[in-house]
């Protein structure tokens, strides 16, 4: 079975940093791209970067750009979001999909969600 697991949410203070992981199973881990994604209650999902050893990297968002990195490590089957310089409006719950290939926004499978609370 397809597996995302995300880890390492929590309660940070502004300006601080996070990483977040995304440990995979169940498919080739190259064979697919994996996004994170974050919402806030009653808002839409939405899509931040995503990673596939064939594009490379995505942005979905200008609003993370020079504050949050993704990267893999396809030993441990593994994505990461650094997150730096955050800010409270980054409160959300954070998701990470899988799709296959390519980066195209819309993952078949995801992840249970990491909490990260940023205050102020």
């Known amino acids: 079975d397809v597996q995302l697991q995300a880890s390492g949410g929590g309660l940070v203070q502004a300006g601080e940093s996070l990483k977040l992981s995304c440990a995979a199973s169940g498919f080739i881990f190259d064979d697919y791209s994996i996004a994170w994604y974050r919402q806030v209650p009653g808002k839409e999902r939405e899509g931040l970067l995503c990673?596939?050893?064939?594009?490379?990297?995505?942005y979905y968002s200008d609003s993370v750009k020079g504050r949050f990195a993704i990267s893999s490590d396809n030993a441990k089957d593994t994505v990461y979001l650094q997150m730096n310089s955050l800010k409270p409006e980054d409160t959300a719950v954070y998701y990470c999909?899988?799709?296959?290939?390519?980066?195209?926004?819309?993952?078949?499978?995801w992840g249970q969600g990491t909490l990260v609370t940023v205050s102020s």
């Open positions: 990673i596939s050893s064939r594009e490379g990297i995505t």
């Open positions: 999909g899988a799709e296959h290939y390519y980066c195209s926004g819309y993952p078949g499978y």
